[in-house]
Every structure is written in structure tokens, then in C-alpha cells.
């Protein structure tokens, strides 16, 4: 296969991920004039881990109402969608999230001041409905507690933070929530 290298280094988990996003665009570039093995290389970018891992802040009501929660279906079904396709600065948030980054359940607590963590889970793959939405599959946490921590981030549906700034603003209560040891 004559894309081999590019596979390798992509499996290897050697791009960034806006070096992935580049990838993608020369390899659907190179697809629509005739190379079909620009597709395997397409694959290997939806499962690929970018260098760069961020924690996502996801909130799962549509319209801020806890009556239309989605985390249920989420878990169920293993995926994470966004559907608010008009807000386009939070839809180019969520195309930005790869395998490997954390995806955080939230829902807004006390206004301005705290926010209640629902689930978290690992996103591990990038798929697209038949309508071309980006979804992804997900690897969610079967740890069901909810825990109240600082309100990180605006009122945005779809928060990314670095790991450096998670690590630098929750409290200890949030990593053992995690599972995960806590920074030093």
C-alpha cells in the first residue's frame, strides 16, 4: 500500500491533532481524485490518538432541561453525539474531540459557582451518521456516583480543557471520582 508509512505513523500515535485534521483533509483530497487508498488512511485517523489529549466537559440536556437528558442513550448505545449543529463554534469544539480524549458529563449546578459530573467515559473511535454528523463511539465508565466540583469552563455545552488546566483547577474529590491518581 503506498499511504503505509503515513498508517504507521498515525498508529503510532505520532501526529497532533491538528496534524491529524491535516491528514484527513490531503487524504479525502487525494480520495475524490481516484485513490482508493487514501481511504485506509481516512480509517486510521477515526481511531487514531492524537499527542495532544484533552478532558471534555460535555453537558446531556438539550435546552438546559434535565427532562431531555441524552447520557442514558449515550451509555447504552456507547456513543456521544452533539445535535445543537447551530451553535458552530461548539460544534467545531466537539469535531475536535479524538480517541483517547476524556469526556466528562456535566450539568450546571448552581449557576456561575459549581456543576454536577454524571459520567465520564473515553472516547474511542469517530463515526458519521447517515446525514454526515460526527458522532462518537465511546468507552463510558460503569461508575454511576455524582459528584458536585468547581463550575470549569463557560455555558457551553461542549467545554475542552487540557489536561494541565484540569489538574490546576479540581479539587482531589474529582480524580478519585476518576479513578485516577491525583497530580502532584
Same mark, same amino acid.
Given at each position: 500500500?503506498?499511504?503505509?508509512?503515513?498508517?504507521?505513523? /498515525?498508529?503510532?500515535?505520532?501526529?497532533?491533532?491538528?496534524?491529524?485534521?491535516?491528514?484527513?483533509?490531503? @487524504?479525502?483530497?487525494?480520495?475524490?481524485?481516484?485513490?482508493?487508498? !487514501?481511504?485506509?488512511?481516512?480509517? &486510521?485517523?477515526?481511531?487514531?490518538?492524537?499527542?495532544?489529549?484533552?478532558?471534555?466537559?460535555?453537558?446531556?440536556?438539550?435546552?438546559?432541561? +434535565?427532562?431531555?437528558?441524552?447520557?442514558?442513550?449515550?451509555?447504552?448505545?456507547?456513543?456521544?453525539?452533539?445535535?445543537?449543529?447551530?451553535?458552530?463554534?461548539?460544534?467545531?469544539?466537539?469535531?475536535? /474531540?479524538?480517541?483517547?480524549?476524556?469526556?466528562?458529563?456535566?450539568?450546571?449546578?448552581? +449557576?456561575?459557582?459549581?456543576?454536577?459530573?454524571?459520567?465520564?467515559?473515553?472516547?474511542?473511535?469517530?463515526?458519521?451518521?447517515?446525514?454526515?454528523?460526527?458522532?462518537?463511539?465511546?468507552?463510558?465508565? !460503569?461508575?454511576?456516583? /455524582?459528584?458536585?466540583?468547581?463550575?470549569?469552563?463557560?455555558?457551553?455545552?461542549?467545554?475542552?480543557?487540557?489536561?494541565?488546566?484540569?489538574? @490546576? &483547577?479540581?479539587?482531589? &474529590? +474529582? +480524580?478519585?471520582?476518576?479513578?485516577?491518581?491525583?497530580?502532584?
Amino acid at each position: 500500500m503506498k499511504h503505509q508509512k503515513t498508517i504507521d505513523k /498515525i498508529r503510532a500515535g505520532a501526529y497532533t491533532r491538528s496534524e491529524l485534521i491535516k491528514l484527513r483533509c490531503n @487524504a479525502e483530497a487525494l480520495q475524490k481524485k481516484g485513490d482508493t487508498d !487514501a481511504a485506509a488512511v481516512i480509517a &486510521e485517523i477515526d481511531i487514531a490518538t492524537p499527542t495532544d489529549k484533552t478532558i471534555v466537559f460535555m453537558g446531556f440536556c438539550p435546552g438546559a432541561n +434535565f427532562d431531555n437528558r441524552l447520557d442514558i442513550e449515550w451509555k447504552e448505545e456507547g456513543i456521544c453525539t452533539f445535535i445543537f449543529l447551530r451553535s458552530e463554534q461548539q460544534l467545531n469544539r466537539f469535531n475536535d /474531540i479524538w480517541p483517547g480524549d476524556l469526556i466528562v458529563l456535566k450539568k450546571r449546578h448552581q +449557576f456561575g459557582k459549581t456543576m454536577l459530573l454524571y459520567g465520564h467515559g473515553r472516547a474511542t473511535g469517530i463515526k458519521y451518521d447517515p446525514d454526515n454528523n460526527r458522532y462518537l463511539e465511546m468507552d463510558w465508565s !460503569a461508575q454511576d456516583n /455524582i459528584i458536585e466540583v468547581p463550575l470549569m469552563g463557560c455555558n457551553s455545552t461542549v467545554d475542552v480543557r487540557t489536561i494541565e488546566q484540569v489538574e @490546576a &483547577e479540581m479539587p482531589i &474529590e +474529582f +480524580f478519585n471520582w476518576l479513578n485516577q491518581p491525583v497530580p502532584a
